[in-house]
């Protein structure tokens, strides 16, 4: 099995299309501290005892969560899209060239070869998740003024790390279940079209929560059971930003954050899912020609 | 014990197509010919041993060990007929990776690795990138894989088909100094002459269904041919033995016939005829068939059978 962990890294590795992610990551981030740079200037700060009151101070907490919330947004959806090109292919893209002839001919179970592909895709890609998300985090803190730094503590931190990791996870069990069946490009609609679908169903469930609107809110529950993406995201959220416990946090939120706190069974959930695909990734593949 | 057996294996897409009713028993140390046209099922016969195709029905077994398990592939090897390997792996990087897969113990690797670099004759050319590799060289490093895990049993399937004629010499010679090694072959190929040169015992496959095998010696003694010179009477009383004669030329006072048999021990007899009708007979020379008569023999007699049998 770690044969074909490390064979799946050395591959994403290898190809140009990684060394593009990490340009173009490098790129984002680097876009990223830019705008962080100019909001703090062009913004002033409060002057102490200006009189300005507590408003002013709520607003600035608003942008500057919302600039980070942003950040964190855009770094989910290029994580998921990189997790979903990479597991789609993982398999069919061997089927279908043959090569995977010469690897399911030594003495590997089709589970180890499932199971090392999973492993290799997702130490990947957690890795990459972290670095990015601790990047933002950096970035936000660092290349912003004094008013817009945020008051993390380091257990909100690794906890929001740690829920967004779930993410490839999820996405990378659920490309591969759609490569042991289907060709690299149906797999990659299904799985971009699953991916959309989750986020709207998130927006409209955060409008649920604004409106009042509870079938609004059991749409994007349904999403969220069907493809817990976007609740994993939101999730992470609201623990990086503690908006479950305040009212005035989560007022400050706005549109990249949580409205309403998905319940800590979401986690088991998504966790469940994800386990649960890779093992019908498995069965599924055992059970095929190549 | 035999080393590759099936009984009746059958591998159909949708009761289409494939292999079917597959019995065969191969011992150690041989090299065993697959022999058919391209779509005879072939592959899908090599895909199906190797776990790669499940199959529809009957059963198979390589080293005694069920087909489909782990311990069937324990101690085989195999060259694929579509040879694709990572393109963005160098061709040591590639035999590693096997190694690994192979369980081969790290500190034997790079020896094991250099051996079959040299035995496929890629000395020096192992380490660029399986991307620059021209077909010949990837079929190389191909060869080389299969033979890594100094494999028992070998399947290759079409192993000189982007090989030069240097390459194939070298190919054939590397599967004699397989069996002369004890390993047993299994050779897929269309190539009649390729099978001729090398395979002691011979199957011939044809539109999904294996239409005989046995030693190929025996399989070519279809008709026993000769050429017969004699002198020149009016007319040569041939005995009945003789199936079919045919003048070929005269060559001055004399005449060289073609003359066809049932079977080549009626060839003394024919001698023995001639020498009591006071024929002279100044030269008797067996013709050996052409591969092609010896294959589309076999597969028209299938086909005959099959017609009858509808009947």
Known sequence: ?290 | MNVIETDALTKTYNGKGGISDVSLSIGEGTIYGFLGPNGSGKSTFVRTMLGLLKPTSGRGFILGEPIGTIRSREQVGYLPELFRYPDWLTGRQLLESHAELCRIPVRERRKRIDEVVDLVGMTGRDGGRISGFSKGMSQRIGLACAILNDPKVVFLDEPTSALDPIGRKDVRDLMLYLRDRGKTVFLNSHLLHEVESVCDHVSIVHEGDMIVQGLWRDLMQIEAQVEVVTDHPADVPWPPCVTHVRKIKQEGPRMRWLVQFERESDVPEMIHGLSSARIAVYEVKPIIPHLEDVFLHWVNRKKESAYVGDQ
């Open chain 1, 1 to 290: 099995m770690w044969a074909i962990s490390k064979l799946t890294l050395k591959e994403i590795i290898s190809k140009r299309i990684f060394l593009i992610t990490v340009i173009m990551t490098v790129v984002f981030l680097a876009l990223y501290a830019t705008a962080i740079y100019f909001v703090s200037r062009e913004a002033p700060p409060v002057e102490p005892g200006a009189g300005q009151g507590a408003e002013i101070v709520l607003l600035q907490q608003f942008v500057s969560s919302q600039l980070l919330g942003a950040g964190l947004y855009f770094s989910s959806f290029i994580a998921a899209l990189l997790a979903i090109l990479s597991s789609v292919s993982a398999i069919s893209g061997e089927v279908a060239s043959h090569q995977i002839d010469t690897w399911l001919m030594r003495p590997i179970s089709r589970t180890q070869f499932v199971l090392g592909k999973f492993a290799g895709l997702a130490v990947l890609l957690v890795a990459y998740v972290i670095a990015l998300f601790f990047g933002i985090v950096l970035i936000h803190q660092g290349f912003g003024a004094d008013w817009m730094a945020l008051d993390f503590g380091a257990q909100q931190l690794i906890g929001a790390a740690s829920v967004f990791a779930l993410q490839p996870f999820v996405l990378i069990a659920f490309g591969l279940l759609l490569s042991t069946r289907m060709t690299t490009l149906n797999a990659g609609i299904v799985s971009i079209m699953l991916y959309g679908a989750a986020f709207i169903g998130g927006f409209i469930e955060q409008f649920g929560a604004v409106l009042e609107k509870t079938a609004l809110i059991n749409i994007g529950i349904v999403m969220s059971l069907i493809y817990p993406v976007d609740s994993i995201y939101r999730k992470m959220t609201v623990l990086l930003f503690n908006t479950d416990s305040s009212p005035l946090a989560i007022a400050q939120g706005g549109l990249f954050t949580s409205i309403s706190s998905p319940s800590n069974a979401l986690i088991v959930y998504a966790l469940l899912y994800g386990a649960g695909m890779l093992w019908f990734a498995v069965y599924s593949f055992r059970k095929r020609d190549v």
